[in-house]
């Protein structure tokens, strides 16, 4: 086995803690993880999310050591482990199915890990002890796993990590076997923990909610490529992709096609009956983006942005019929088309909307977003 290498590698005033460099991964014919470089630093929550086989699991797999990678380096706290075992990699990993030893109360499964790698039996007990205590867990001590509910199970299984303090959590999907009530209640606890010990944390999940509202930053993940990584609200904002853009909200952003002429020589979008002058919309012709004429673009707008009313004078005003109707209590959620195509609204309007009723929608410029058809990418705004 290759001895650790040791590197120092530091961002500002944070340490590196986990450094993935162009992993790549096959199975049999398949690339199941491609050209995958992160950076994560100490003490940061990052969550993987993205569509069911995106490669997501197997990448938390290979950090692990569980599953090892085709090709790439991989670093832990400055030292490469491409080749060291999940036991030498200093990582905890909480599974989705628990792992749990059925045949040992709550308080050996927590003090298993800690007694073959002979801890001392005094920091056994105070570790056992303050985990129990954190996670509120103290009555459970003498129960066995098949005595606990999910919730319950669940505890222990993240309790079984934080007695180890390792230098990174590996969390893959923890909370998809429980009921949404005790999802939420779960997710906040984890958050809580992390604020409390400042725990750097790996987290696979594909759930949006939890994505979103845990992670310091998000990586996004398609087909086994990273797609987009980074602040929550700066990938649901602005998407570098249409990927990103559609994949991310619920639902995510509507995805139209306009059309580039000319009006008196000035190039112009033309979309839902708007004639748009590219300026307008803070588009500007440039290298980034040459058009041939009657060339598309897609015009990417979040449902909450549409209103009924115009709230200024950069409105742009849309007329639609509506197909579907979806009466969520705190919203509305309208499905409606025209010739661009269907689209998605959320209001919060308590008035009656009618299935083959025509509305006028408005959306302020600012909102909108616009991707080039040739790579997908969007295309980000130019200043003279």
Not at 77 to 95: C, E, I, K, W, Y
Not at 200 to 226: C, F
Request: aromatic share 8%; charged share 25%; glycine share 8%.
């Amino acid at each position: 086995m290759i001895g650790p290498v040791h590197y120092k590698h530091k961002t500002g005033n944070f340490e590196t803690v986990l450094s993935l460099r162009n992993v790549y991964k096959t199975i049999g014919q398949k690339v199941v993880a491609e050209k995958i470089s992160l950076e994560v630093k100490k003490g940061e929550f990052i969550v993987l999310l993205g569509p069911s086989g995106c490669g997501k699991t197997t990448l938390l797999r290979m950090i692990s050591g569980l599953d090892l990678q085709t090709a790439g380096d991989i670093w832990i706290d400055g030292r490469l482990v491409n080749q060291l075992s999940p036991g030498d990699r200093d990582v905890a990993m909480v599974f989705q199915n628990y792992s749990l030893y059925m045949h040992m109360s709550v308080w050996d499964n927590l003090a298993f890990g800690l007694k073959i790698r002979k801890t001392p039996k005094d920091k056994i007990y105070n570790r056992v002890n303050a985990v129990l205590d954190i996670l509120q867990i103290q009555t459970l001590r003498e129960r066995k796993p098949h005595q606990l509910s999910g919730g319950e199970k669940q505890r222990v299984a993240i309790g079984r990590a934080l007695v180890r303090d390792p230098k990174l959590y590996l969390f893959d999907e923890p909370l998809s076997n429980l009921d949404a009530t005790l999802r939420m209640e779960l997710r906040a606890e984890i958050s809580q923990l992390h604020q409390q010990f400042g725990t750097t944390s790996i987290y696979v999940t594909h759930d949006q909610v939890e994505a979103m509202s845990m992670a310091d930053r998000l990586v996004v993940l398609n087909d086994g490529k990273i797609m987009a990584f980074g602040k929550t609200e700066d990938l649901y904002n602005n998407p570098q992709n249409m990927f990103v853009a559609g994949f991310l909200g619920n639902p995510g952003m509507n995805l139209l096609t306009a059309q580039l002429s000319h009006q008196a020589d000035d190039p112009v979008l033309l979309f839902a009956d708007n004639v748009l002058p590219l300026q307008s919309v803070g588009i500007y012709l440039d290298e980034q983006l040459r058009f041939a004429e009657k060339e598309s673009v897609t015009v990417g707008f979040r449902p909450e942005a549409v209103g009924l009313t115009a709230t200024g004078s950069d409105d742009i005003q849309i007329h639609a019929r509506v197909l579907l109707v979806e009466r969520l209590g705190f919203e509305t959620q309208l499905m409606v088309e025209n010739k661009v195509g269907k689209f998605r609204v959320r209001v919060k309007e308590k008035n009656r909307f009618e299935i083959g009723a025509r509305v006028d929608l408005y959306i302020p410029r600012s909102d909108f977003r616009f991707f080039n058809n040739r790579d997908q990418q969007i295309i980000r705004p130019l200043h003279n």
